[in-house]
Nanobody
Framework: QVQLVESGGGLVQAGGSLRLSCAVS????????MGWFRQAPGKDREFVAA????????YYADSLKGRLTISRDNAKNTVFLQMNSLKPEDTAVYYC?????????????????WGQGTQVTVSS
């Protein structure tokens, strides 16, 4: 079974930056599309960003465009999420997930395996 482990979360002041990482094991990482989602307390899990298997195509939530960059390193089986200009409303648990279709950008149901999440807290 594919395993995903997120890291890089933490406490940051508004306006700051964080870089999240997701290391993938026990699978064919280079064939998966990868996505980032987040879930704030009392809210549904929402899409943040996704990247195709090759890294050629990227997708972002409209409300977050311009502040995020998703990237991947297939040699290291890792996907990254660079987040800049963070706001208190970005506070959430951030999850990475794998999409075996390889395409990315599809609905949440296409994501097969999930990590345990990493907490991001942005203080005002």
């Amino acid at each position: 079974q594919v395993q995903l482990v997120e890291s890089g979360g933490g406490l940051v002041q508004a306006g700051g930056s964080l870089r999240l990482s997701c290391a993938v094991s026990r699978g064919t990482f280079s064939s998966y599309a990868m996505g980032w989602f987040r879930q704030a307390p009392g809210k549904d899990r929402e899409f943040v960003a996704a990247i195709s298997w090759s890294g050629r195509y990227t997708y972002y939530a409209d409300s977050l465009k311009g502040r995020l960059t998703i990237s991947r390193d297939n040699a290291k089986n890792t996907v990254f999420l660079q987040m800049n200009s963070l706001k208190p409303e970005d506070t959430a648990v951030y999850y990475c997930a794998s999409d075996p279709s390889g395409v990315g950008g599809g609905p949440i149901e296409e994501y097969e395996f999930w990590g345990q999440g990493t907490q991001v807290t942005v203080s005002s």
